[in-house]
């Protein structure tokens, strides 16, 4: 069914309205304002590239950079695994599957800023419930001043944050697979691993794809949490990208910070374009499967 | 039993233990007096903390801002994913890979990056300490994720359902509203679940566009921390916090799972 023009115009409006006013103009605010010296909106100087050239030839730029990919990166390798071994293990029916999943959607809902407070009164020793045991075991944690702590506590509050939306993902694209499918490959003794690798991984693929490429995002970019734990410290061991740009904000260095917005947004549309790219290709490859 | 479900069940436990011990130490703070109150003695077990969310007024307001720009949120993005979907899902045309595109990588554009131009632009046309600009500017990580959601449920729905509406003599509109609805309602509580937490959890849009009033509960909480805080009402107005959207977990509880079944 190929539609008329208007038909589809006329669905598509009013989102692509909220999305151009919310969207669109304000990156062409931040794109115009990334060429300018600006000390306040009426008095601001052209300085062409500056910016651009000062933020990619910093060694900060590449510090930071290296950061959020290293934590992408950890946190993916821990969420993914878990959370489709969680996702596996939830019966298919029955009550333990219900509780099991408002367990998982638990910290979707809590506030980002209250997050790091949370995580923080949990390992305080004077009335925590892990820092008073830590303390008992005599297990010294230094998440201010030692690096290697700061890390730790933000990869298991984001672990905590997030591993639930990856379960409840794949869980969901488990739920789609036919009973059919698990018969024939009972009749063909298949082992646990080979069904799970092609029969249940395939058919999870195009959810799994949609739920890397969120979560790969949201911990690159990460902010609200990484912040409220130490502020980017100790000695800028946890300041990611987007603290850099924080920071820039709060400091009113508004021409600086929007070419950082605009680099920053580049390197998002890459991510995105290779996403899709890779999406299609997978639904090309499956609907081939399937003909 | 089987050691597989011995395995199965120790493992729901230290998964359970591991959700709940964050959720269990908030809920115990709140009920704590961290700070001496009148009549209060400190460390005690009270409900002091309740007390004082509903004596302060800005606290207790900052409650009900948050839940007027959710709900106006979620009413928006609903109002235009629902024909945005429609189309996505039932209409082939050229610039649909594009518009895709585009839709994803604003729905993954952090905040912090939109955040001082959106104040900006918001300044001008006067939507700043108005709930109507917070639930505006969420529409940016919500619409495409509702797109998404929806347009994944009505796939599912024959397109023989339309054809005999439309041939029966409803206009396109019409039939949407008045069968499809009915049909996706199931989609419509998951998108609306998605919609109200992403929007309901966003702090740095929020905070930026409420200057001097209609704060919501996140920077009200935010507000509380200072020389000396009080940790125990900040634990209590998160408990607050975490009660609408337990609220909302419940309701779709059934659903959650089944959204994302046809295609990502």
């Known amino acids: ?291 | 039993m089987k050691p597989l479900t011995i395995f199965k069940l120790v493992g729901f436990c230290a998964l359970a233990v591991f959700i709940l011990l964050p959720f269990v130490q908030v809920v115990q703070l709140s009920f704590t007096a961290t700070l001496e109150h009148t009549g209060v003695a400190r460390g005690s077990i009270s409900l002091v903390n309740y007390k004082n969310i509903f004596h302060s007024s800005a606290l207790s307001a900052s409650l009900i801002n948050s839940v007027v720009y959710v709900l106006l949120n979620v009413a928006l993005t609903l109002a235009v994913a629902l024909p945005a979907a429609y189309t996505f899902s039932r209409s082939e045309f050229r610039s649909r890979d594009l518009i895709f595109f585009v839709l994803i990588a604003f729905r993954v554009t952090p905040p912090v990056v939109l955040s001082l131009p959106v104040f900006l632009l918001f300044a001008k046309v006067n939507l700043i300490n108005s709930p109507i600009g917070i639930a505006l500017v969420h529409c940016i990580f919500n619409v495409p994720i509702a797109i998404w959601i929806l347009e994944s449920f009505i796939s599912a729905v024959p397109r023989e359902f339309d054809e005999t509406a439309l041939i029966d003599g409803h206009s396109t509109p019409n039939f949407v509203l008045r069968y499809l609805t009915p049909i996706i309602a199931p989609g419509i509580g998951v998108a609306a679940f998605f919609c109200f937490v992403f929007s309901w959890v966003e702090v740095v849009f929020a905070r930026i566009l409420t200057v001097t009033g209609g704060k919501p509960i996140s920077t009200a909480i935010n507000g509380l921390f200072g020389f000396n805080t009080d940790i125990g009402l900040v634990m209590a107005m998160t408990t607050l916090s975490l009660l609408p959207g337990l609220a909302m977990i419940y309701f779709v509880r059934n659903h959650v799972a089944r959204g994302f079944v046809i295609r990502a």
Request: charged share 15%; with cysteine.
């Open chain 1, 1 to 291: 069914m190929r539609s008329t023009n208007w038909r589809i115009w006329f669905g598509l409006m009013p989102a692509l309205t909220i999305m151009i006013f919310v969207g669109v103009v304000p990156l062409s605010i931040v794109f115009h304002h990334s060429f300018y010296d600006i000390f306040t909106l009426e008095s601001k100087f052209w300085v062409g590239g500056e910016w651009y050239v000062e933020i990619l030839t910093s060694l900060r730029f590449y510090e930071s950079l290296g950061r959020s990919f290293a934590f992408s990166l950890i946190t993916m390798w821990i969420q993914f695994p878990l959370g489709i071994l969680i996702a596996l293990a939830i019966p298919k029916i029955g009550p333990l599957k219900s509780v099991t999943l408002v367990l998982l959607a638990l910290p979707l809902v809590v506030p980002w800023n209250m997050i790091p407070a949370i995580w923080l009164s949990l390992i305080n020793p004077d009335n925590g419930i892990i820092g008073r045991v830590a303390e008992l075991l005599g297990l010294p944690f230094d998440y201010k001043f030692t690096a290697l702590h700061t890390w730790i506590l933000i990869v298991v509050l984001d672990t905590w944050h997030w591993v639930g939306l990856v379960a409840i993902l794949s869980f969901a694209g488990l739920s789609g697979i036919a009973p059919g499918f698990y018969q024939a490959a009972a009749i063909d003794q298949a082992s646990r691993w080979q069904v799970f690798r092609y029969i249940e991984l395939p058919k999870i693929a195009g959810v799994l794809t949609m739920a890397l490429l969120l979560r790969f995002m949201d911990s690159f970019m990460i902010y609200t949490e990484a912040f409220g734990i130490n502020a980017g410290g100790p000695k800028n061991a946890t300041a990611f990208l987007s603290l850099d740009l924080g920071e820039q904000i709060a400091g009113f260095d508004y021409g600086p910070a929007a070419a950082r917005s605009i680099i920053y947004f580049a390197i998002i549309l890459c991510v995105v374009f290779v996403f899709v790219r890779v999406n299609k290709r997978q639904r090309n490859a499956e609907t081939e499967f399937w003909q």
